[in-house]
């Protein structure tokens, strides 16, 4: 999962803001404030203790000494102060600034830097409403070559990405037909936004372009639009994964996940009745329009409703994204009822796609993004959808790494978490078998 961070500067400026208002507000704050101080009543109940005193209609043969020791021993409910602590300014406690002016001062600094690093993130309406844009490259790509060479460059933790590592492993496609590079998320590295390559292989270093093996994605984006850039000038649009390159040409076929899919299924349709064997069609002749019509509506109201949940910067925005997921998972449950897959008795593209979207709620959407609904084993017709799809299919387990899949929206979105810090989170196989 990687994001744009559009005008970094602007990003770096409201950390600035917020550092020199909080320096502003400290500097208020006489000496005395900052020296770490305990109330008398905390101090009181960090020494409270509970008396352990025996009943009076007990039978005891204690001597009263005993009883009287008994009665004054006691048990802390509370920690020791540690020996060494953060070094903190005592603001709150010190009475100056007066907190009624305090906390709804901070409170609303922070949230103004918070709404313009939100803003620099994603693209957003007047209402605070989560905008999706598109940044597709490519135009109507034509059938892949059976004899061509391309490569996939795919993220872990991007859900776009996953539907499209899906589909390769339920269609069998093999790594010598269309390579798979995995591009490893890391905003710090990546000179434009987060992804980046990994350390190429002895083979891939010989047969090539260095610009497409080596350094991040945006430069395999540059590569690709040598052509038509002139010299020095970097490409301006979002470097965005998935990515199917033609490496041979050194062009772009598509980054758009459900071209890819449509691609992939038609490679793997071609290759399979040339082979004469039996293929799984994920897009079967005929119900195209279907297909569509599935996937644009789950995507409204599941596949980007978790992310309108996240990026809202209104409540007003959040609750109309938190009813659309609500309503979602119901009517998934609900037709999960009837039919083994989403579609019908056989699985299709459209089963991928919400696979890659249900295996990131329990841990992603419903926490970071505060989407709604609870945990997928609350759905008992979902859970048994899901139970049987890596049954069915069991390389679909291999198709994700849900700790890092997850733990990627703590680490990067660091205006949605900024303490860093990562829950526990199951593998995907551990995550199934709970269900």
């Known amino acids: 999962m990687t994001y744009n961070y559009r005008n970094k500067s602007c990003a770096v400026m409201a950390i600035a803001v917020l550092l020199l208002t909080s320096a502003f507000v400290i500097g208020l704050s006489p000496a005395s404030s900052r020296r770490s101080s305990i109330h008398p009543v905390a101090q009181q109940n960090r020494i409270a203790t509970t008396s352990i005193i ?15 020791q008994q009665k004054t021993s006691t048990t802390s409910l509370y920690d020791d102060l540690p020996a060494k602590k953060p070094w903190t300014f005592g603001i709150l406690t010190s009475g100056f600034p007066p907190q009624q002016l305090l906390v709804p001062f901070v409170k609303f600094v922070t949230f103004q830097v918070w709404r ?28 892949l070559d059976l004899d061509g060479s391309y490569r996939l460059y795919l993220g872990n933790p991007c859900p776009w990405c996953h539907r499209v590592k899906a589909a390769v492993a339920v269609l069998g496609v093999e790594n010598q037909d269309i390579p798979i590079t995995m591009l490893i998320d890391d905003a710090e590295k990546a000179s434009k936004g987060g992804w980046i390559l990994p350390k190429p292989s002895e083979e891939d270093k010989t047969s090539i ?3 497409l093996i080596t350094g991040d994605l945006a430069g395999v984006y540059n590569f690709c639009y040598r052509d038509i850039l002139g010299e020095r ?11 199917l390159v033609d490496v041979n040409a050194g062009k772009i076929v598509t980054n758009e996940s459900n071209e890819i899919m449509v ?8 290759k399979g009745s040339f082979a004469d064997t039996t ?6 002749v005929g119900m195209e329009e279907e297909l569509d019509k599935a996937t644009k509506y789950w995507f409204n109201l599941l596949w980007n409703g978790a992310y309108r949940c996240g990026f809202a910067t209104s409540q007003v925005a959040y609750d109309e994204a938190a009813s659309d ?18 579609m019908g008795d056989a699985i299709t593209e459209v089963d991928l796609k919400n696979f890659a979207w249900v295996t990131r709620h329990d841990y992603a959407y419903t926490i970071i993004f505060k989407s709604p609904g609870g945990r997928i084993a609350q759905y008992r017709n979902i859970a048994a959808w899901v139970k049987r799809m890596v049954s069915d299919y069991p390389k679909l387990l291999e198709s994700l790494d849900m700790s890092d899949a997850c733990g990627s929206y703590y680490r990067q979105l660091f205006m949605l978490n900024f303490g860093r810090i990562v829950p526990n989170i199951p593998s995907a196989r551990e995550w199934v078998s709970a269900l």
């Open 54 to 68: 025996s009943s009076p209609f007990a039978l005891s043969s204690k001597s009263s000494d005993e009883e009287s």
């Open 116 to 143: 313009l690093m939100m803003n620099e993130l994603v693209t957003h309406d007047e209402q605070g409403r989560f905008i999706r844009e598109s940044f597709q490259a490519g135009n109507n790509p034509a059938p």
């Open 209 to 211: 372009a260095e610009e």
């Open 233 to 243: 000038e970097r490409y301006h649009g979002r470097c965005t994964a998935p990515l």
């Open 263 to 270: 691609l992939l299924n038609d490679y793997s349709r071609r």
């Open 279 to 284: 293929t799984i069609d994920l897009r079967p």
């Open 325 to 342: 997921v609500l309503k979602g998972l119901s009517e998934m449950n609900d037709l999960l009822a009837s039919r083994p897959y989403l």
